[in-house]
């Protein structure tokens, strides 16, 4: 009976399962769904803001998956030294990496590690509970705050940044997270491109969405936008970035409006410095640029500082070598072909990558349905050769003899429990448990290991 290991419970892991046990032409496959984490769902649980409640609920999809005879959840187990790659190949017919892109991109500018610096993967790990996010208390002092990147994820923190109490407290988000933002000053944010609108990475919707914020005013400069020819002349621009475009320029033609927040969108201004004051983030000296007509931007020699007590990089996401299987530190990938892993060019039997780790950090949570299915169908092709070994024993037995205590599913489902009763404790709906010890607690108190 083929037994496949699927590294990574998120989107695109748990796409690949339902495309093993669905497309039926591996008979009788059975999936176990290794998890670092003690939770399913990756970036959909640690990564898609609180409220984004229907982004969110996309987790029952992905439940149903996870929930099959044929699929096992198996979290808790970290792919690494102590269960290196070379081992999985010896406990399963074939695996398939699906560790996403954990790290960030960095800016390589003077005053990045400077107190209240931080990227914007750390705010969204610590608004999100994930058990490893440090707690820096983030916006306690701020009253300006500055994103840097155009992308979804500086959208995402902008917008939590500009929340108010009332819309948090309906969220999962952990309790401490809830009272620091409750308390939050911020009254100026702002969320700043090194290119033009016609450039920016974002979403019409999400971007919309900021103009539906209660008393919060978004705001921005005629003058900066018509820098940028695409949005003089938006006719060749592709639909989705016309409509970005459009929206600003509705945005520009507005009066302004009195309101306890504002969110500033600038364009044109690329960061050079994190500016220092009394041994902590102060402000962020930026260099204006010009369109070079070739879609990029040169630097015009006049620079521009916005001061601000927070600063969140929001540059992208990077992927992370993971010990014993290739990487290439340019893309942030591990070198495939059609998602089956090369070792110096040549493919690697049984091993597969699917996700961000294969394609790098881009594209919505749907875009991973189609790169796992192509990574399974090279699977599929590749199965009368891979399955063709005799497994010793059921891995799990594998797994636990190697030192691994998995987190199975009633485990996990404990701590969906627990999160339910302790929101009922704090008069909210569920609300996330932001530490090991207290998820681990809740997971093996069901199992009473
Ligand atoms: P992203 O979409 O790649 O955007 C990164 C932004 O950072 C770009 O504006 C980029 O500008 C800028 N940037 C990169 N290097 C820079 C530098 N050195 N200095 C200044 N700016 C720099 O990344 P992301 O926002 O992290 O999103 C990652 C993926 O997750 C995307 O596919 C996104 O759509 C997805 N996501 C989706 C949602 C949603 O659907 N609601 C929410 C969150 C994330 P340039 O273009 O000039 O490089």
Same mark, same amino acid.
């Given at each position: 009976?083929?037994?496949?290991?699927?590294?990574?419970?998120?989107?695109?892991?748990?796409?690949?399962?339902?495309?093993?046990?669905?497309?039926?032409?591996?008979?009788?496959?059975?999936?176990?769904?290794?998890? !670092?984490?003690?939770?399913?769902?990756?970036?959909?649980?640690?990564?898609?803001?609180?409220?984004?409640?229907?982004?969110?609920?996309?987790?029952?999809?992905?439940?149903?998956?996870?929930?099959?005879?044929?699929?096992?959840?198996?979290?808790?187990?970290?792919?690494?030294?102590?269960?290196?790659?070379?081992?999985?190949?010896?406990?399963?017919?074939?695996?398939?990496?699906?560790?996403?892109?954990?790290?960030?991109?960095?800016?390589?500018?003077?005053?990045?590690?400077?107190?209240?610096?931080?990227?914007?993967?750390?705010?969204?790990?610590?608004?999100?509970?994930?058990?490893?996010? !440090?707690?820096?208390?983030?916006?306690?002092?701020?009253?300006?705050?500055?994103?840097?990147?155009?992308?979804?994820?500086?959208?995402?923190?902008?917008?939590?940044?500009?929340?108010?109490?009332?819309?948090?407290?309906?969220?999962?988000?952990?309790?401490?997270?809830?009272?620091?933002?409750?308390?939050?000053?911020?009254?100026?944010?702002?969320?700043?491109?090194?290119?033009?609108?016609?450039?920016?990475?974002?979403?019409?919707?999400?971007?919309?969405?900021?103009?539906?914020?209660?008393?919060?005013?978004?705001?921005?400069?005629?003058?900066?936008?018509?820098?940028?020819?695409?949005?003089?002349?938006?006719?060749?621009?592709?639909?989705?970035?016309?409509?970005?475009?459009?929206?600003?320029?509705?945005?520009?033609?507005?009066?302004?409006?009195?309101?306890?927040?504002?969110?500033?969108?600038?364009?044109?201004?690329?960061?050079?410095?994190?500016?220092?004051?009394?041994?902590?983030?102060?402000?962020?000296?930026?260099?204006?640029?010009?369109?070079?007509?070739?879609?990029?931007?040169?630097?015009?020699?006049?620079?521009?500082?916005?001061?601000?007590?927070?600063?969140?990089?929001?540059?992208?996401?990077?992927?992370?070598?993971?010990?014993?299987?290739?990487?290439?530190?340019?893309?942030?990938?591990?070198?495939?072909?059609?998602?089956?892993?090369?070792?110096?060019?040549?493919?690697?039997?049984?091993?597969?990558?699917?996700?961000?780790?294969?394609?790098?950090?881009?594209?919505?949570?749907?875009?991973? !349905?189609?790169?796992?299915?192509?990574?399974?169908?090279?699977?599929?092709?590749?199965?009368?050769?891979?399955?063709?070994?005799?497994?010793?024993?059921?891995?799990?037995?594998?797994?636990?003899?190697?030192?691994?205590?998995?987190?199975?599913?009633?485990?996990?489902?404990?701590?969906?429990?627990?999160?339910?009763?302790?929101?009922?404790?704090?008069?909210?709906?569920?609300?996330?448990?932001?530490?090991?010890?207290?998820?681990?607690?809740?997971?093996?108190?069901?199992?009473?290991?």
């Amino acid at each position: 009976m083929p037994h496949i290991a699927v590294v990574g419970s998120g989107p695109s892991g748990v796409y690949t399962a339902q495309s093993l046990v669905q497309q039926g032409s591996v008979p009788d496959v059975r999936v176990d769904v290794l998890d !670092r984490l003690p939770c399913p769902y990756g970036l959909v649980r640690y990564g898609v803001a609180p409220d984004h409640e229907k982004i969110k609920s996309l987790q029952n999809n992905l439940r149903t998956v996870l929930h099959e005879d044929r699929v096992r959840f198996l979290g808790g187990v970290e792919v690494g030294p102590a269960l290196p790659p070379a081992k999985l190949l010896e406990l399963y017919h074939a695996v398939v990496y699906c560790v996403g892109a954990a790290a960030d991109r960095r800016l390589g500018v003077p005053g990045e590690e400077l107190p209240g610096s931080w990227s914007a993967t750390d705010f969204v790990a610590w608004y999100s509970a994930h058990p490893d996010a !440090r707690d820096d208390g983030f916006v306690r002092g701020v009253r300006t705050a500055v994103a840097i990147g155009v992308g979804n994820v500086a959208v995402d923190v902008t917008r939590m940044l500009a929340r108010g109490a009332a819309e948090l407290l309906p969220t999962d988000m952990p309790q401490a997270a809830l009272d620091v933002l409750a308390a939050s000053e911020v009254r100026d944010v702002y969320m700043v491109g090194r290119r033009g609108p016609s450039q920016a990475r974002f979403t019409t919707k999400e971007l919309r969405e900021l103009a539906t914020l209660p008393d919060t005013e978004v705001v921005v400069e005629e003058g900066e936008l018509t820098l940028d020819p695409g949005y003089r002349d938006p006719v060749a621009l592709p639909a989705a970035v016309r409509r970005n475009v459009e929206v600003l320029r509705s945005w520009a033609a507005r009066p302004r409006r009195d309101a306890a927040r504002r969110i500033h969108l600038r364009f044109f201004l690329r960061p050079v410095e994190i500016v220092e004051g009394g041994g902590r983030v102060a402000g962020v000296r930026f260099e204006r640029t010009a369109p070079d007509g070739l879609g990029g931007v040169t630097g015009t020699g006049r620079h521009e500082e916005i001061g601000a007590q927070l600063v969140l990089r929001s540059v992208g996401y990077r992927g992370v070598p993971l010990e014993g299987l290739p990487f290439d530190p340019g893309s942030g990938t591990v070198p495939h072909l059609a998602g089956r892993v090369l070792r110096g060019g040549v493919v690697s039997p049984g091993e597969y990558v699917a996700g961000w780790i294969k394609r790098g950090p881009t594209g919505v949570i749907g875009t991973n !349905r189609p790169c796992a299915k192509e990574t399974v169908a090279s699977l599929i092709e590749d199965a009368p050769a891979v399955v063709r070994k005799e497994l010793a024993q059921d891995p799990l037995t594998g797994l636990l003899a190697a030192g691994v205590r998995p987190v199975e599913w009633d485990g996990w489902r404990a701590i969906e429990r627990a999160e339910t009763a302790l929101g009922l404790t704090l008069g909210r709906g569920s609300v996330k448990i932001p530490d090991w010890a207290g998820l681990l607690d809740a997971a093996r108190g069901a199992s009473g290991a």
